[in-house]
C-alpha cells in the first residue's frame, strides 16, 4: 500500500494507483479505505477501469453494510 501511496503522491491523477491501493485493501479487509480509493479512481478517470474494481468490490461491501 506504500508503494501506491508514494506513486498517488508523485502523481495524484494517477486513477491506476487508486484502483491498485483499493485492491490491496480489500485484500486486507479495509472495505471503508478501499471504496474510497475506487470512488478517487472513478472521480478522476469515470470511463476507466475504476468502475469495474467497483462493481467487484461489490459483493464484499454490500456484504460489510458499506454503501455502493
Request: no cysteine; aromatic share 8%.
Given at each position: 500500500i506504500a508503494c501506491y501511496?508514494?506513486?498517488?503522491a508523485a502523481n495524484p491523477r494517477y486513477a491506476s494507483a487508486?484502483?491498485?491501493?483499493?485492491n490491496a485493501l480489500m485484500e486486507l479487509q479495509d472495505l471503508d479505505a478501499a471504496l474510497a480509493s475506487?470512488?478517487?479512481?472513478?472521480?478522476?478517470?469515470?470511463q476507466g477501469p475504476?468502475?469495474?474494481a467497483l462493481e467487484q468490490a461489490g459483493p464484499a461491501l454490500h456484504g460489510?453494510?458499506?454503501a455502493v
Open positions: 501511496d508514494r506513486a498517488i487508486y484502483i491498485n491501493r483499493g475506487y470512488e478517487q479512481a472513478i472521480a478522476l478517470d469515470p475504476a468502475g469495474q460489510s453494510g458499506g
